[in-house]
C-alpha cells in the first residue's frame, strides 16, 4: 500500500487537479440540468463528467508509468500511460456521441428550458474553474518544454509547446481548452434561446461541443497509439548523436536509437571505437557517454554497445572536425 502511495505522489498533478474541478463541475451542471432541462447544459455536464473520469484514470496512469523497472518486466512501465490514454478517449468518445445526439434531438423537437439565472451562473462558474485548470496545464507544458511561462505565456505560448508536453498533460490541456469553449459556446446558447427565442441554439451549441470532444478523441488516440507502438523521438535522436560524436574516442556511429517510453525515452547506441583499445579503456569511453545521455532530459535508461572501426563513415557529422563538417546532421534510414 506504501509504495503505491508513493507512486501517486509522483503522479501528472495537472490531471488530478483537472479530475477534481470536472468532477465539481459536472455535479453542479447536473443540478443545473435537472432544474431547467437545458440540453447544452446536458452536453456540458456529459463533457465535463466523461472529462472528470478519464482523467482520473490519467493520473492513475502516470503515476504507475513511473515504476522502476522489474525482472519480469525489464523494459519499465513508460507505456502505461500511452495505454491509459487510449482507454481514456473512448470514455470522450461516448460522451460525445450522446452530447451530438440529444443536440440533434433538440434541433428537431425544440422545447423552452427555464432558469435562466441557474443555467448562466452554473456556466459562469464552470468556465472560470475551466479555465483555471487550463491555465495550470498550460504552464506544466512550459515547464516540460523549458520556457519561461510568465505573464500570459501558458496562454499563448503553449500551442506552439503541445509537441514537447508529455501525453497526461497534453490531454489535459486538451480537454479543457474543448471544455472552456464549450462552456462559452453552451453560454452564448441559454442567451440566444432566451432572450431571441432561437430555441435550437441550445441543440446547435450541445453538437458543436461534441464535435469538438470527438476532435480530442481522434487526435490524442493517433498520438497515444504511436506512443503505445513505440515512436522515435527524431529532435532527441540527433542532438543523442552529436553527442556521441563528439567524444574523441568514437570513431563512427553505427546505429542511435531513441524510443518514446510514456514520458520517458529508452536510448541504444553503437558506436564503433579503435579496435586496439584495452576492454577497460572502452568501458571507460561507456561510462562517459553513458553519463552524458543519461543527463538528457527525459532519458531513463540507456544501452551503450560498441563494435571495432570499419573504416567506413555510417553517420556524416561524426567527425566535426573534418571534411564532412557540414554533411548532413541526420543519421541514415
Not at 250 to 264: M, N, P, S, T, Y
Request: charge should be negative; glycine fraction near 8%; include cysteine.
Amino acid at each position: 500500500m506504501s509504495d503505491i502511495l508513493k507512486l501517486l505522489k509522483n503522479g501528472n498533478k495537472p490531471s488530478l487537479l483537472a479530475g477534481v474541478v470536472n468532477a465539481v463541475i459536472a455535479i453542479l451542471k447536473a443540478i443545473a440540468f435537472f432544474l431547467t432541462g437545458n440540453v447544452a447544459m446536458f452536453a456540458e455536464m456529459l463533457h465535463s463528467l466523461g472529462d472528470a473520469a478519464n482523467q482520473f484514470f490519467v493520473y492513475i496512469g502516470s503515476a504507475l508509468s513511473k515504476k522502476a523497472p522489474t525482472p519480469k518486466y525489464p523494459n519499465g512501465f513508460g507505456r502505461v500511460v500511452n495505454l491509459v490514454c487510449l482507454g481514456a478517449v473512448i470514455v470522450v468518445a461516448i460522451m460525445s456521441y450522446e452530447a451530438i445526439l440529444s443536440g440533434w434531438h433538440h434541433i428537431m423537437n425544440p422545447t423552452e428550458s427555464k432558469g435562466l439565472i441557474i443555467n448562466l451562473s452554473v456556466l459562469g462558474v464552470a468556465i472560470i474553474l475551466e479555465f483555471s485548470v487550463l491555465f495550470k496545464a498550460g504552464k506544466e507544458i512550459l515547464h516540460e518544454a523549458g520556457i519561461e511561462n510568465s505573464g500570459l505565456a501558458p496562454i499563448t505560448k503553449s500551442f506552439g509547446s503541445l509537441d514537447k508536453a508529455t501525453p497526461p498533460t497534453k490531454l489535459v490541456f486538451m480537454e479543457d481548452l474543448v471544455a472552456t469553449i464549450g462552456g462559452l459556446l453552451a453560454f452564448i446558447s441559454v442567451l440566444l434561446a432566451h432572450f431571441l427565442g432561437l430555441l435550437i441554439a441550445e441543440g446547435i451549441a450541445s453538437i458543436l461541443i461534441g464535435i469538438m470532444m470527438f476532435y480530442v478523441v481522434g487526435k490524442v488516440f493517433l498520438e497515444n497509439a504511436r506512443g503505445a507502438i513505440g515512436e522515435t523521438d527524431e529532435e532527441m535522436l540527433n542532438h543523442i548523436a552529436h553527442l556521441v560524436a563528439e567524444d574523441p574516442d568514437v570513431k563512427d556511429i553505427q546505429r542511435v536509437e531513441v524510443i518514446k517510453e510514456g514520458e520517458f525515452l529508452h536510448v541504444e547506441v553503437v558506436a564503433e571505437v579503435d579496435p586496439s583499445l584495452t576492454v577497460a579503456y572502452v568501458d571507460d569511453i561507456r561510462d562517459r557517454l553513458m553519463a552524458i545521455i543519461l543527463n538528457q532530459k527525459g532519458v531513463r535508461d540507456a544501452i551503450i554497445s560498441f563494435d571495432e572501426d570499419d573504416g567506413v563513415l555510417t553517420w556524416k557529422k561524426s567527425n566535426p572536425t573534418g571534411p564532412n563538417k557540414e554533411a548532413n546532421k541526420k543519421l541514415p534510414e
